[in-house]
């Protein structure tokens, strides 16, 4: 068990809908990252937070958004949704920026 | 712009042999790097990690090399066994303005027993 918790473990939905994927860090970690995992192909960076703020952007669609609120958690809201949008995203947290980071068991997104 | 490479998609390797998983990166700003390993439907799991200031870090059956002139970082098994058996991606980061981890495409690692 990493200490990240990320909710729900599974989604199904239609095409054009939204969806808000949760993500608790490990306690006392300040850095959040998204990563998105299509097909069995790597880990996509998609954004990253620190403390509430902002840090980096990576390859995130427009139809994409998250942030992270006072208590750390952070949701990753994702619209309109297309069918190649189904992945597993996962939620990473760490201590220090840009060091270990540990992952939570994802959210599988499945886009019908 | 793939600034991690891992060029092996896959390796297969005789349990108790040695298992050698390389990763070339082109951004010489990184400064921090990092093995996870990875099994179907789960998240990452940190393996081990070492800074640009050392070219070796050990950890029980796994050791990182790191040549910084050759951008080139390895992770070796030893021994193998059949739980060793996932994919492995190689992660790096830099302490400034590249905080985040760029990840390889992993390489699927099968034990044979």
């Known amino acids: 068990d990493s200490g990240v918790t990320q909710t729900p473990k599974h989604l199904i939905t239609a095409t054009g809908q939204r969806v808000t994927l949760r993500c608790s860090p490990r306690?006392?970690?300040?850095?959040v990252y998204w990563y998105q995992q299509s097909l069995d192909q790597g880990l996509q960076f998609l954004i990253q937070y620190y403390n509430g703020e902002e840090r980096a952007k990576g390859n995130i669609l427009e139809r994409f958004s998250a942030q992270q609120f006072p208590d750390l958690h952070s949701e990753l809201n994702l619209s309109s949704l297309e069918l190649g949008d189904s992945a597993l995203y996962f939620c990473a947290s760490s201590v220090v920026e840009g060091r270990e980071a540990f992952f939570g068991q994802g959210t599988r997104l499945t886009v019908v | 712009d793939q600034q991690v490479k891992q060029n092996s998609p896959s390796l297969s390797v005789q349990e108790g042999r040695i298992s050698i998983l390389n990763c070339d990166y082109t951004?010489?700003?990184?400064?921090?790097f990092l093995w996870y390993k990875k099994y179907p439907a789960e998240g990452p799991t940190f393996l081990i990690s070492?800074?640009?200031?050392?070219d070796k870090n050990e950890d029980g059956r796994f050791t990182v090399f790191l040549n910084k002139s050759a951008k080139h970082l390895s992770l070796h098994i030893v021994p193998s066994q059949p739980g060793d058996s996932a994919v492995y991606f190689c992660a790096a980061s830099a302490e400034f303005g590249n905080e985040k981890l760029t990840f390889g495409t992993g390489t699927r690692l099968t034990i044979i027993p």
């Open positions: 306690s006392g970690d300040l850095s």
């Open positions: 070492i800074s640009s200031i050392k």
């Open positions: 951004n010489s700003m990184f400064d921090y």
